[in-house]
């Protein structure tokens, strides 16, 4: 078996070997057009990589944990993740290895490579799918190019490939990946061109920057666009760019750097230039009988081809399709940068002020009317928020999955979620909160007389330390009963979580800052020079990433807060003359009626409860997300409102729908943690990793399936629970 | 969960196409003995298996009635680890004898036309078990309770 070809040995029947990127370069070559020189690594290389290390089913048991429909986009994340692993972790057979490094040394020998994805029948159904796999721009030296070629295949699996899992047909048995070696060619212009404009047919498309394109490509560097008209073409719009920065070839991998002023003024291309670029796309495009999309770059006024493929509608941009938002997440560590800059330096700050404003307002005063129209106020405020937070908060969480990218490639570690060690301990506002209650247990063991006082009831006077601390608690983390919704509770919950934790031994976060600085100094070690700047920021947005993806949370429900204690006050008036009725009110319910006081709320019958149904069968087991290492079992404490959370004792297993970081206080009590939501980045898996505690993510039903008081098993090194039924079954 | 709502569908299919099982009784003291059986399903709840009278598991199954049954779809391939169901009976044996074993040998022949000299041979025992429960383990990991409908 042969695992290479070079670019002008591809014949039509080697079509499905190669890929469809590198059939249509092989066709260009073979033309004449300029395109750089490449050695294709075909799809059975790919495919007796899977045979000879058995890795094939280990991918199949991983995308089929559960059913499809049922995986979140998170969920979709961890098994790119994981499958991503399984490739760095495996080695190439010492045969495969052997021919491939030998094809290499005689095509390259030394020379700087782009190492692309091909997937068999990309022209086709992942034509529509551009950037769903990866490729790795600069690669020197045959072991990193080895290295990439199996990221190359990694990506297969990637995330977005599974997101569209059923329209790419993607299969173990069936699908594989094609690999092109090509020589990089470091221009200083690059850019795309659409020889059909996705908006007008008579018109087509350049864009341009600047070095090289990736940052086009991956939209952190913003191009200059012109518009031509295909008959004639003629230049019929230019926008210009801001021009700030440019990608260039570093050591290794590409770098941004400051554009200087007179290339910051100038337009990468010239009227000239784009018509030869445009000519050049129209060539292709005649050359393969449709409109094609080109990657292209000058080097020394030279221009030279990239890759091509064919313009197809439709893919994941198709309206109403909220996948494609999904896809946005996937950003660049320089658009990432500037996001945190954003977030930081302008959302955060404005936020806090507008919920201390809403805290500080006094609701009591306002006359009716004016309530009425500050709930709408307040409603209109925290939907804004929402925006902002899908906007801007979510996807910067993303810096997480970045750094960890960057972590696993470095490290190679036997655990894909290592990384995450390094990026907790400090400054969660959920921890600070879980450190005071910690603190307020301690005092509590400490002194038997106080915790006899509080369990009589009395709250103050007995201990001026404690008395301080749960001040402080209650003015700056507010009441714990209150969830999404509603509000529970009140201080005696408090207290009653207190005594519980004061009776159970301390929490311990598992880190200690010294511990975590040691692990980052190994992790900065692997890298020099440049490397280990970019390694050290990379880090530090992870960091960034991570404490906000905890703390947004909690700045927002601060936001809902003030919305709530306004409909809260409304509900208090209309109490009066509704009675029971004000209770189940919305906001929007609550401004009417405080409005119109003939006004009554309209309620359908209500519907009884639906038969249980599949009552004779029960869950035994199930297979979710491993999200926090360690095996534990213990009782039950299923969550379905803050009142159960409050509940909580300690060694029970925390069995919920999705944790968000205003319900995280319990978790130190408990031994284990199940929830619905599936997926590193949530919030339970967060502070699970924080305690030590096992976690496991990503079970169907969890909170039906089990119930309080079963006896649950948490398995957070597989990602399993065993659920022990209270009750026997027949 | 869609897992659980055609679970039922897929066991009672699985219990049709598939003919042969793991069979474990227990044996002297209580050591385990496992051997494969042909067998047929009356439902979910009902299972019938036969053996002849000299063999090691029906001197089990004379002295401890209680018996486990496999039944699985595994092809013999990889992709059995994430495709394949498996299906453990838990339940007690007993042997069929008069108007009952009649009906037995007829069901169990309409499922095993070539295995009805076999199964109408005077040392051969026809036994029906009688499910308690089953065990049902999907996509390599999860596991399901099932109660047995009549």
Same mark, same amino acid.
């Given at each position: 078996?042969?695992?290479?070809?070079?670019?002008?040995?591809?014949?039509?029947?080697?079509?499905?070997? @190669?890929?469809?990127?590198?059939?249509?370069?092989?066709?260009?070559?073979?033309?004449?057009?300029?395109?750089?020189?490449?050695?294709?690594?075909?799809?059975?290389?790919?495919?007796?990589?899977?045979?000879?290390?058995?890795?094939?089913?280990?991918?199949?048991?991983?995308?089929?944990?559960?059913?499809?429909?049922?995986?979140?986009?998170?969920?979709?994340?961890?098994?790119?993740?994981?499958?991503?692993?399984?490739?760095?972790?495996?080695?190439?057979?010492?045969?495969?290895?052997?021919?491939?490094?030998?094809?290499?040394?005689?095509?390259? !020998?030394?020379?700087?490579?782009?190492?692309?994805?091909?997937?068999?029948?990309?022209?086709?159904?992942?034509?529509?799918?551009?950037?769903?796999?990866?490729?790795?721009?600069?690669?020197?030296?045959?072991?990193?190019?080895?290295?990439?070629?199996?990221?190359?295949?990694?990506?297969?699996?990637?995330?977005?490939?599974?997101?569209?899992?059923?329209?790419?047909?993607?299969?173990?048995?069936?699908?594989?990946?094609?690999?092109?070696?090509?020589?990089?060619?470091?221009?200083?212009?690059?850019? @795309?061109?659409?020889?059909?404009?996705?908006?007008?047919?008579?018109?087509?498309?350049?864009?341009?920057?600047?070095?090289?394109?990736?940052?086009?490509?991956?939209?952190?560097?913003?191009?200059?666009?012109?518009?031509?008209?295909?008959?004639?073409?003629?230049?019929?719009?230019?926008?210009?760019?801001?021009?700030?920065?440019?990608?260039?070839?570093?050591?290794?991998?590409?770098?941004?750097?400051?554009?200087?002023?007179?290339?910051?003024?100038?337009?990468?291309?010239?009227?000239?230039?784009?018509?030869?670029?445009?000519?050049?796309?129209?060539?292709?495009? !005649?050359?393969?009988?449709?409109?094609?999309?080109?990657?292209?770059?000058?080097?020394?006024?030279?221009?030279?081809?990239?890759?091509?493929?064919?313009?197809?509608?439709?893919?994941?941009?198709? =309206?109403?399709?909220?996948?494609?938002?999904?896809?946005?997440?996937?950003?660049?560590?320089?658009?990432?940068?500037?996001?945190?800059?954003? @977030?930081?330096?302008?959302?955060?700050?404005?936020?806090?002020?507008?919920?201390?404003?809403?805290?500080?307002?006094?609701?009591?005063?306002?006359?009716?009317?004016?309530? =009425?129209?500050?709930?709408?106020?307040?409603?209109?405020?925290?939907?804004?928020?929402?925006?902002?937070?899908?906007?801007?908060?979510?996807?910067?969480?993303?810096?997480?999955?970045?750094?960890?990218? =960057?972590?696993?490639?470095?490290?190679?570690?036997?655990?894909?979620?290592?990384?995450?060690?390094?990026?907790?301990?400090?400054?969660?506002?959920?921890?600070?909160?879980?450190?005071?209650?910690?603190?307020?247990?301690?005092?509590?063991?400490?002194?038997?007389?106080?915790?006899?006082?509080?369990?009589?009831?009395?709250?103050?006077?007995?201990?001026?330390?404690?008395?301080?601390?749960?001040?402080?608690?209650?003015?700056?983390?507010?009441?714990?009963?209150?969830?999404?919704?509603?509000?529970?509770?009140?201080?005696?919950?408090?207290?009653?979580?207190?005594?519980?934790?004061?009776?159970?031994?301390?929490?311990?976060?598992?880190?200690?800052?010294?511990?975590?600085?040691?692990?980052?100094?190994?992790?900065?070690?692997?890298?020099?020079?440049?490397?280990?700047?970019?390694?050290?920021?990379?880090?530090?947005?992870?960091?960034?990433?991570?404490?906000?993806?905890?703390?947004?949370?909690?700045?927002?429900?601060?936001?809902?807060?003030?919305?709530?204690?306004?409909?809260?006050?409304?509900?208090?008036?209309?109490?009066?003359?509704?009675?029971?009725?004000?209770?189940?009110?919305?906001?929007?319910?609550?401004?009417?009626?405080?409005?119109?006081?003939?006004?009554?709320?309209?309620?359908?019958?209500?519907?009884?409860?639906?038969?249980?149904?599949?009552?004779?069968?029960?869950?035994?087991?199930?297979?979710?997300?491993?999200?926090?290492?360690?095996?534990?079992?213990?009782?039950?404490?299923?969550?379905?409102?803050?009142?159960?959370?409050?509940?909580?004792?300690?060694?029970?297993?925390?069995?919920?729908?999705?944790?968000?970081?205003?319900?995280?206080?319990?978790?130190?009590? =408990?031994?284990?943690?199940?929830?619905?939501?599936?997926?590193?980045?949530?919030?339970?898996?967060?502070?699970?990793?924080?305690?030590?505690?096992?976690? @496991?993510?990503?079970?169907?039903?969890?909170?039906?399936?089990?119930?309080?008081?079963?006896?649950?098993?948490?398995?957070?090194?597989?990602?399993?629970?065993?659920?022990?039924?209270?009750?026997?079954?027949? | 969960?869609?897992?659980?709502?055609?679970?039922?569908?897929?066991?009672?299919?699985?219990?049709?196409?598939?003919?042969?099982?793991?069979?474990?009784?227990?044996?002297?003291?209580?050591?385990?003995?496992?051997?494969?059986?042909?067998?047929?399903?009356?439902?979910?709840?009902?299972?019938?298996?036969?053996?002849?009278?000299?063999?090691?598991?029906?001197?089990?199954?004379?002295?401890?009635?209680?018996?486990?049954?496999?039944?699985?779809?595994?092809?013999?391939?990889?992709?059995?680890?994430?495709?394949?169901?498996?299906?453990?009976?838990?339940?007690?044996?007993?042997?069929?004898?008069?108007?009952?074993?009649?009906?037995?040998?007829?069901?169990?022949?309409?499922?095993?036309?070539?295995?009805?000299?076999?199964?109408?041979?005077?040392?051969?025992?026809?036994?029906?078990?009688?499910?308690?429960?089953?065990?049902?383990?999907?996509?390599?990991?999860?596991?399901?309770?099932?109660?047995?409908?009549?």
């Amino acid at each position: 078996m042969t695992y290479t070809l070079p670019l002008d040995r591809v014949e039509p029947r080697d079509r499905e070997r @190669v890929g469809g990127k590198a059939y249509s370069l092989s066709r260009m070559a073979r033309e004449g057009l300029p395109v750089p020189e490449a050695l294709l690594v075909t799809a059975d290389a790919y495919r007796d990589y899977l045979r000879g290390t058995g890795i094939g089913e280990a991918i199949a048991l991983e995308i089929n944990r559960k059913i499809a429909d049922q995986m979140r986009w998170e969920e979709m994340w961890d098994a790119a993740l994981r499958i991503r692993n399984l490739f760095l972790r495996t080695p190439l057979p010492a045969g495969i290895r052997a021919e491939l490094a030998r094809a290499i040394e005689e095509s390259f !020998r030394g020379v700087a490579v782009v190492v692309r994805s091909s997937a068999p029948g990309e022209d086709s159904a992942t034509a529509s799918f551009a950037g769903l796999h990866e490729s790795f721009v600069n690669v020197r030296g045959t072991d990193a190019i080895l290295d990439r070629i199996r990221l190359v295949w990694a990506s297969l699996w990637s995330d977005a490939a599974l997101l569209y899992r059923k329209e790419l047909g993607l299969d173990v048995a069936r699908s594989a990946m094609a690999v092109i070696v090509q020589e990089i060619v470091e221009g200083d212009r690059s850019g @795309v061109a659409f020889s059909v404009s996705p908006e007008n047919p008579s018109q087509g498309v350049i864009e341009a920057v600047h070095g090289l394109n990736q940052g086009l490509v991956d939209g952190s560097v913003e191009p200059d666009r012109w518009v031509l008209d295909r008959g004639s073409g003629r230049i019929l719009s230019h926008r210009s760019a801001a021009r700030q920065k440019a990608l260039y070839a570093g050591d290794s991998g590409v770098e941004a750097r400051p554009l200087p002023a007179a290339l910051a003024a100038t337009p990468p291309l010239d009227p000239e230039e784009v018509l030869l670029v445009f000519r050049a796309v129209v060539d292709v495009e !005649r050359f393969f009988g449709s409109p094609q999309d080109v990657e292209w770059t000058i080097r020394s006024g030279r221009l030279c081809l990239l890759q091509a493929r064919p313009i197809t509608t439709g893919g994941p941009t198709a =309206a109403g399709d909220p996948r494609a938002w999904n896809l946005t997440l996937r950003r660049s560590f320089e658009n990432l940068k500037a996001l945190r800059q954003e @977030v930081e330096g302008r959302w955060l700050p404005a936020m806090t002020s507008d919920a201390r404003a809403l805290a500080g307002a006094d609701l009591e005063a306002l006359s009716d009317e004016e309530l =009425a129209a500050e709930i709408e106020r307040r409603q209109s405020l925290h939907a804004k928020w929402n925006d902002i937070y899908y906007a801007a908060f979510i996807p910067l969480a993303h810096g997480i999955r970045l750094f960890g990218q =960057a972590y696993n490639d470095a490290l190679r570690p036997e655990d894909p979620y290592e990384f995450m060690d390094l990026l907790g301990g400090t400054e969660m506002i959920s921890l600070e909160r879980n450190r005071l209650l910690t603190r307020m247990a301690g005092r509590i063991r400490g002194n038997p007389g106080l915790a006899e006082a509080l369990r009589r009831g009395t709250l103050a006077g007995t201990d001026t330390a404690f008395d301080e601390d749960f001040e402080r608690f209650s003015r700056t983390f507010g009441d714990l009963g209150c969830g999404t919704d509603r509000c529970f509770s009140g201080q005696g919950a408090l207290v009653g979580l207190l005594l519980r934790m004061a009776a159970a031994p301390p929490a311990r976060e598992r880190f200690d800052a010294g511990q975590i600085e040691r692990r980052r100094e190994a992790f900065l070690a692997r890298f020099e020079g440049d490397a280990r700047q970019r390694a050290s920021e990379m880090l530090d947005l992870g960091r960034a990433s991570y404490r906000l993806r905890d703390n947004d949370n909690i700045h927002l429900g601060k936001i809902e807060g003030g919305l709530l204690a306004a409909v809260a006050e409304g509900k208090r008036r209309l109490s009066g003359r509704m009675g029971a009725e004000s209770r189940d009110l919305s906001a929007e319910e609550t401004a009417r009626a405080l409005r119109d006081p003939a006004w009554r709320p309209k309620r359908g019958v209500p519907r009884p409860c639906a038969e249980e149904t599949g009552a004779d069968l029960r869950v035994r087991q199930l297979r979710g997300q491993p999200a926090g290492p360690g095996i534990a079992s213990g009782p039950a404490r299923v969550i379905s409102g803050p009142e159960d959370l409050l509940e909580i004792r300690a060694g029970e297993i925390l069995v919920c729908d999705s944790i968000d970081p205003n319900m995280t206080f319990a978790v130190p009590l =408990a031994a284990g943690i199940v929830e619905r939501r599936g997926g590193m980045l949530i919030h339970g898996a967060i502070i699970a990793r924080e305690y030590g505690i096992p976690c @496991v993510t990503g079970i169907p039903g969890a909170a039906e399936v089990v119930r309080t008081g079963d006896r649950v098993s948490v398995d957070g090194w597989l990602g399993i629970v065993t659920i022990e039924p209270r009750l026997p079954f027949v | 969960m869609e897992e659980m709502e055609n679970l039922r569908a897929r066991l009672d299919e699985m219990l049709q196409s598939q003919r042969l099982a793991v069979l474990s009784t227990s044996g002297a003291g209580g050591a385990p003995y496992s051997n494969l059986v042909s067998f047929a399903a009356l439902g979910t709840g009902r299972l019938l298996f036969a053996t002849t009278r000299a063999t090691r598991k029906y001197a089990n199954l004379t002295a401890d009635a209680r018996v486990a049954l496999l039944i699985d779809n595994r092809r013999g391939q990889e992709a059995d680890f994430h495709e394949a169901l498996a299906a453990t009976a838990l339940g007690s044996a007993v042997e069929l004898a008069g108007e009952e074993r009649d009906r037995g040998v007829a069901a169990y022949t309409a499922k095993f036309p070539f295995l009805e000299e076999f199964v109408r041979a005077p040392s051969c025992a026809l036994f029906r078990m009688d499910v308690e429960r089953w065990i049902v383990v999907t996509r390599f990991q999860n596991v399901i309770e099932v109660s047995p409908l009549p």
